[in-house]
């Protein structure tokens, strides 16, 4: 399994092999201690999407560390 890393801003999970910078939101603040994981997929349409701020479809980390 690949490793993931999680943005602290956003909490946007992505495979570690990727950009060395959030997909979504363009920070450098990565990391690899994180907890909880929800994926989504209509934002416009999710409560739990509202309450993380969410705007774009994917996978986020529901705790970072």
Known sequence: MAKRLV???C???QD?????SCVVC???SLSEDWAGYVIIAHPEKSEIAREMDVAEPGAYALKVR
Do not use: D, K, L, Y
């Open 7 to 9: 943005c602290r801003e």
């Open 16 to 20: 570690a092999g990727e950009e060395q």
């Open 26 to 28: 363009g920070s450098t």
């Open 11 to 13: 909490h946007r999970v």
